[in-house]
């Protein structure tokens, strides 16, 4: 897919927090015939997509127009690998938390640690907080590419927030 000089990094930071969150309803495992799809975020907010079986990226305008949602990813930070940081765990847990985690990524056992506490605290944070939190989360990270399918789609999809 060909990319445009304005996409190179497309702004998902200004956009309608409450359309961000809308694009939770597409996070999940998607199916068309045998084929299955893991759609999830980008550390950025945006979506993508993962062919299961051939374990490469697909088109998510594709998984949207041929498969079908099937069922919801199997925790808040979607589907696995979960891209995990310092600044994560400060966004999502409290000051406690984060000093009695401190060094806990240098071990598989650790990183677990750290992704079931994060995953529980996203899981319970109430929708006030939850919010603001999620956005923050998306701004730890410079905006990715965009490609110019991503773009129509984010345009229809926009639409679909609105109406």
């Known amino acids: 897919m060909e990319e445009t000089k304005a996409m190179e990094t497309f702004p998902l930071n200004t956009l309608n927090p409450d ?3 809308w694009l939770d309803r597409f996070v999940g495992t998607w199916a068309a015939g045998e084929q299955k799809f893991l759609v999830g975020r980008r550390r950025d907010g945006w979506l993508e997509a993962w062919n299961v079986t051939k374990k490469e990226s697909v088109s998510l305008t594709w998984v949207f127009s ?3 949602w099937i069922k919801p990813p199997a925790g ?3 589907p696995l690998p979960a891209c995990l940081s310092e600044r994560l765990m400060q966004i999502w847990l409290s000051p406690e938390q984060c000093n009695q985690l401190r060094g806990a990524g240098n071990v598989g056992r650790g990183i677990n640690l ?3 506490t994060v995953e529980k605290a996203m899981a319970t944070c109430d ?3 939850r919010r603001e939190k999620l956005m923050a989360t998306w701004s730890i990270y410079p905006p990715e590419v965009i490609t110019a399918d991503d773009e129509i789609l984010l345009d229809q999809l926009q ?3 609105r109406q």
Do not use: Q, R
Request: no cysteine; net charge negative.
């Open 159 to 161: 639409t679909d927030f």
């Open 19 to 21: 359309f961000m969150l």
């Open 114 to 116: 750290i992704y079931e």
């Open 127 to 129: 929708p006030a907080n």
């Open 76 to 78: 808040p930070l979607g």
């Open 66 to 68: 041929h498969a079908e």
